[in-house]
C-alpha cells in the first residue's frame, strides 16, 4: 500500500489557510474529501468562525464529510476508507483542548501515531495550524508552556510532511 501525502499548512489569523487547504484537498480528488473540525463554540466569536466554515463547504462543488473532533484524534481512525482526502482544522485549537486533559508527552505520542495511521489510509492528510510563535515567549507559564508544545509539534509535523506551506494575505509560500 502507498503511503498517503501528508501537508502542513500554517499562518496567521484570517490568512487564507482554511481555503487554501480546502482548495488543496479538493485539487487531490481524493475519494472522499473529510474535515475533522477540532473547534468548539465556546463563545459567539468561535460559533461565527464555525459557522462560516460551514458555509464555505457548502458552496464548494463537492460534498464534505464533517467529524467533530475537537481532542482524541485518534478517535477518527475508525470513520476514514481508503482514498479518503483529510482536512484537519487545527493543531492549535486541539493543543488547547487537550493541553490540560493529561499527560502531554502521551497526547503528542498518540497524535504521531495517528497521523501515520491517517496516511496508510487516506491518499492526502491536510493539516492545518495556526502560526502563534511570532511573538517573544510569554511571562505566563500557562501560555509558555503551550508554546513550548506548538513549537515542537509544529517542527515535527513539517518534518513527516512532504509539503508544508505558510499563508499570508491569503498567499501561499512553499518552504518544503
Known amino acids: 500500500m502507498v503511503r498517503g501525502k501528508l501537508v502542513f499548512i500554517t499562518g496567521g489569523v484570517r490568512s487564507g489557510k482554511s481555503s487554501f487547504a480546502e482548495h488543496y484537498l479538493m485539487d487531490a480528488q481524493a475519494k472522499r474529501n473529510?474535515?475533522?473540525?477540532?473547534?468548539?463554540?465556546?463563545?459567539?466569536?468561535?460559533?461565527?468562525?464555525?459557522?462560516?466554515h460551514q458555509d464555505d463547504r457548502?458552496?464548494?462543488?463537492?460534498?464534505?464529510?464533517?467529524?467533530?473532533?475537537?481532542?482524541?484524534?485518534?478517535?477518527?481512525?475508525?470513520?476514514i476508507?481508503?482514498?479518503d482526502g483529510?482536512?484537519?482544522?487545527?493543531?492549535?485549537?486541539?493543543?488547547?483542548?487537550?493541553l490540560y486533559e493529561g499527560q502531554m508527552e502521551e497526547v503528542?505520542?498518540?497524535?504521531?501515531?495517528?497521523?501515520?495511521?491517517?496516511?496508510?489510509?487516506?491518499k492526502v492528510l491536510v493539516i492545518?495550524?495556526?502560526?502563534?510563535?511570532?511573538?517573544?515567549?510569554s511571562k505566563h507559564e500557562a501560555v509558555k508552556l503551550y508554546q513550548k508544545w506548538i513549537g515542537t509539534i509544529h517542527q515535527k509535523l513539517v518534518e513527516k510532511a512532504n509539503h508544508a506551506f505558510e499563508m499570508e494575505y491569503s498567499i501561499s509560500y512553499q518552504w518544503k
Open 86 to 98: 483529510i482536512l484537519w482544522d487545527c493543531v492549535t485549537t486541539w493543543l488547547a483542548n487537550e
Open 58 to 79: 457548502e458552496n464548494y462543488p463537492v460534498a464534505w464529510v464533517t467529524i467533530e473532533q475537537p481532542r482524541h484524534l485518534e478517535q477518527i481512525i475508525p470513520q
Open 108 to 122: 503528542e505520542r498518540k497524535l504521531y501515531e495517528t497521523i501515520d495511521q491517517l496516511l496508510e489510509t487516506a
Open 34 to 52: 473529510v474535515y475533522v473540525a477540532s473547534g468548539v463554540a465556546v463563545d459567539n466569536e468561535m460559533k461565527e468562525r464555525i459557522n462560516r
Open 81 to 83: 476508507q481508503y482514498g
Open 128 to 137: 492545518v495550524s495556526n502560526e502563534v510563535l511570532d511573538e517573544s515567549l
